[in-house]
């Protein structure tokens, strides 16, 4: 078992109270100095910013179904919304901390992950790592050390995404997002409790007929360890736009690396045997 030098923290979203309000995305932008975006129509309900990226670290989502809330008839209309606010997993086995060549990805004392920038080279090898799709290169001019001005700017390129507000957990505060939000869809505390709570909450859910409550994210056995920001959903992943069983990318480098090893240590041989085999 992975132990940290505090004691691990993340979220719990609990979509059946998301209003769809967004102030985590605008609280999330403020505190981060992250870049605007979501300006162009989407044409997906009321959603402007589509998906997570280098410049939206929290995504609400919409989605209209002709589903019943409830499938014990009360309060049914055939007719509801999902409302979900999505964010960095922060995933006990991190598929892109595995890739990362440089270090500029690193677990915190918080079992968090963050990217660093100053170290990050902006080679892209954690995006396609990623189970979630949830890192992305920055394509917006760098902010830094800017050329002589007949040159240009270059692009930033480097890999930015949700820190879970490191700063702010270093300074003894929570994360900005769930400091906004205005229903507690968003809970910001210590893992084990996190997950002791979601508990109760599904089985009053699932108690009242909800229609689809289940966890997500919340089983450490599962194929990325358990995520360290889990969501309690009212349908399936696939309908959120998560994957239904996400795998750690890295989970079989062992055995490729073997076979790899392998099959180089055969064309050794095989070069080997025809070279000798030729001199006789």
């Known amino acids: 078992m992975t132990t940290y030098e505090q004691e691990r923290v993340g979220f719990f979203t609990d979509t059946s109270v998301c209003i769809g309000c967004k102030a985590c995305e605008v609280a999330c932008k403020e505190w981060n100095l992250i870049p605007q975006d979501g300006q162009t129509w989407t044409g997906n309900s009321y959603d402007n910013t589509g998906e997570l990226s280098a410049n939206t670290w929290r995504h609400v989502a919409f989605v209209e179904q002709e589903k019943p809330l409830r499938t ?3 309060g049914s209309t055939g007719l509801r919304w999902l409302m979900e606010s999505d964010v960095c997993k922060h995933c006990t086995h991190a598929a892109c901390l595995d890739v990362c060549p440089t270090g500029a990805l690193f677990r915190t004392e918080f079992g968090t992950v963050v990217v660093q920038q100053d170290i990050c080279n902006g080679c892209g090898y954690c995006v396609p790592a990623c189970p979630f799709g949830v890192l992305d290169k920055r394509h917006l001019p760098a902010t830094t050390d800017p050329p002589p001005l007949l040159v240009g700017r270059k692009e930033d390129g480097r890999v930015w995404k949700c820190t879970l507000c490191y700063d702010r957990l270093k300074g003894g505060h929570e994360p900005a997002c769930a400091k906004a939000c205005p229903t507690k869809s968003i809970q910001f505390g ?29 089983d450490p056995e599962d ?40 099959a180089a240590a055969a064309v050794v ?5 025809a070279f000798l085999g030729g001199r006789s």
């Open 223 to 262: 194929g990325v360890g358990g995520f360290g920001a889990f969501f309690l959903l009212l349908d399936d992943p696939e309908v959120y736009g998560f994957p239904p069983d996400p795998v750690v990318s890295t989970a079989k480098l062992p055995q490729m690396y073997r076979t790899m090893a392998g």
């Open 190 to 218: 210590a893992l084990e409790e996190l997950r002791a709570r979601a508990d109760d909450r599904l089985a009053k859910l699932q108690t009242e007929g909800w229609n689809g409550a289940h966890l997500y994210g919340r």
């Open 72 to 74: 014990n008839g009360d």
């Open 269 to 273: 041989v095989g070069v080997a045997a």
